[in-house]
């Protein structure tokens, strides 16, 4: 590995648009993290990532645990020694069930928003010191076009016709917050924090979603990887898709 490579550390990174971002960057010659809760998936992405010709190793982590992010901080700051790119990736959609308004359970609805938000807390603290030693650090937040108040509120949406939920959308709104209260804070270290809307794509999350994907993982990981790479001129503490800003 050379010391200038950029290391970048992808959560939920053995599938979905989490993998497909970790092959970009792996492409683009990064060294890559591939985190995943099951460190031998992780490891198999990562053996694919190396067979393709790129430079990857598995980091178990699930980002409920505690103590196994602060590990995973831990093997990242001995062998690496720095990040510089942080994609908070990982995320469940829940038990849909459990989150229906006038039938919801806190049991559901708290599960999620452990993964979808209390998760990128606990990384994004424990990673904040090995994002201090790069020059420009930028950390990217997936979060979901469910998140936007404006397009859940415009009936000329098609999200506005989507069941109700307390639970998802609802996690991911306040991811978005979140996305902002770092981007204020970690400005002034040159620290560059946003969140992105991937769209649905046809990946193993989003199956049983009433409406046809078109979307590839490639196709979302796409916004992802332009939010990570931007040099100085990438903005902080915004909300983007592929055609801009999304309404918050």
């Excluded at 902002?180 to 040159?190: E, F, I, P, S």
């Excluded at 989003?206 to 409406?211: D, S, T, W």
Aim: neutral net charge.
């Amino acid at each position: 590995m050379s010391d200038d490579a950029t290391i970048a550390l992808v959560t939920g990174a053995n599938k979905g648009i989490g993998r497909a971002v970790a092959g970009r960057f792996a492409e683009l010659g990064m060294t890559v993290l591939v985190g995943a809760r099951d460190l031998e998936k992780g490891a198999e992405a990562a053996a694919e990532l190396r067979a393709a010709g790129g430079t990857a190793y598995p980091i178990g982590l699930d980002v409920t645990d505690q103590p196994g992010v602060t590990a995973a901080a831990e093997e990242i700051s001995g062998r690496f020694g720095r990040l510089d790119i942080l994609v908070n990736n990982a995320g469940i959609s829940g038990e849909l069930g459990a989150q229906s308004p006038g039938s919801a359970r806190l049991d559901g609805v708290r599960a999620v928003f452990e993964t979808n938000l209390f998760g990128v807390v606990t990384v994004t603290e424990a990673m904040l010191p090995l994002l201090r030693r790069s020059p420009g650090a930028r950390i990217v937040n997936v979060s979901s076009g469910t998140s936007s108040m404006t397009w859940m509120t415009d009936a000329t949406h098609y999200l506005s016709r989507m069941p109700g939920s307390v639970g998802y959308p609802v996690s991911k709104a306040a991811l978005n917050m979140l996305t902002v209260q770092y981007a204020k804070a970690l400005a002034r270290d040159g620290i560059l924090v946003n969140a992105v809307a991937p769209g649905a794509c046809d990946t193993d999350f989003a199956k049983g979603l009433p409406f046809q994907l078109t979307r590839t993982a490639a196709d979302g990981a796409a916004i992802v990887v332009r939010l990570a790479t931007l040099g100085r001129e990438c903005p902080t503490g915004g909300f983007f898709d592929d055609n801009g800003k999304v309404p918050w």
